[in-house]
């Protein structure tokens, strides 16, 4: 009887060990299932895609969580999915041909590079048009020099150099590293967005030009960029031939502001002998 009992209770409990473990690996594959989804939902997420202006209001639920504006338009914080904040990007239809639309696509949808921002989607629904980025959380490199009154915004000199050297590879990249030649003409600290371990990502190619590698310089009609920062031979074409060297202007202009700590045109100087000559 004694062993009966005994035979019956292990075999009870073997029968519930074997249902456990039908049970947890059930469990265990669908956990698996579910992860695989939802990677597979943010990888499509991380593809540009094109979405109507409707995808675009349920992205930013409504164009709630403004985030700046600009000349050519609002941005606002938006969720593509369940892990896949973005930064849209509702352009102005006053500004321009579309000729700023038509240079974010071109350029930041073929290249990736961990300097640069990486364009997710864009939206062309008839005259509605946005530009969808990765979201950014530290903003821009902007904030961070110019603003003297707020001290949690400054950053250590080994972190400047950081921040300064990836910008630089961002810009090498763009001249060297990708199939055609990419000149921004617009690098500034208002351009340099900083991730949430504040590495920099060159941003805004609205301005941009793109070219063979072997073609020195390129043709312009008007001058591109943002006063204190645009090179002497963009301003002026008897200087000189434009080429990717105005980028590296630019980039030397904002260098001066990340050491010192300012703009370089400064209307509030004491003496021009304060102002950065450019």
């Not at 939902?41 to 995808?55: C, F, G, H, I």
Request: net charge positive; glycine share 8%; aromatic share 12%.
């Amino acid at each position: 009887m004694v062993t009966g009992t005994i035979f019956g209770f292990f075999l009870l409990v073997l029968v519930i060990a074997m249902f456990y473990r039908l049970y947890s690996s059930d469990k265990l594959e669908r956990e698996n299932g579910i992860k695989v989804k939802r990677f597979l939902e943010d990888y499509e997420a991380l593809k540009p895609s094109r979405y109507s202006y409707a995808d675009i209001k349920r992205i930013t639920n409504q164009f709630k969580d403004k985030l700046g504006q600009g000349g050519y338009g609002t941005v606002y914080k938006g969720k593509l999915s369940h892990e896949v904040f973005v930064a849209v990007k509702i352009l102005n239809n006053s500004q321009g041909n579309g000729e700023e639309f038509i240079n974010e696509v071109a350029t930041m949808g073929t290249i990736h590079h961990v300097n640069i921002v990486r364009l997710v989607g864009f939206c062309a629904d008839g005259f509605k048009r946005a530009l969808i980025y990765e979201y950014l959380p530290n903003e821009s490199l902007e904030k961070f020099i110019f603003s003297r009154d707020v001290k949690n915004y400054s950053l250590s000199w080994k972190k400047l150099q950081e921040i300064a050297i990836g910008i630089a590879k961002g810009i090498e990249y763009l001249h060297q590293g990708c199939d055609k030649r990419i000149l921004h003409f617009d690098i500034k600290p208002h351009n340099i967005l900083l991730d949430h371990n504040f590495n920099p990502k060159v941003s805004d190619f609205g301005l941009a030009k793109l070219c063979s590698k072997e073609q020195s310089a390129v043709s312009m009609t008007i001058a591109r960029g943002t006063i204190g920062y645009i090179a002497p031979e963009v301003l002026s074409r008897n200087l000189g031939n434009v080429s990717y060297k105005s980028d590296v202007y630019s980039f030397g202009m904002l260098l001066l502001e990340m050491v010192g700590g300012r703009k370089n045109i400064d209307v509030n100087v004491e003496s021009t002998s304060q102002v950065y000559f450019s």
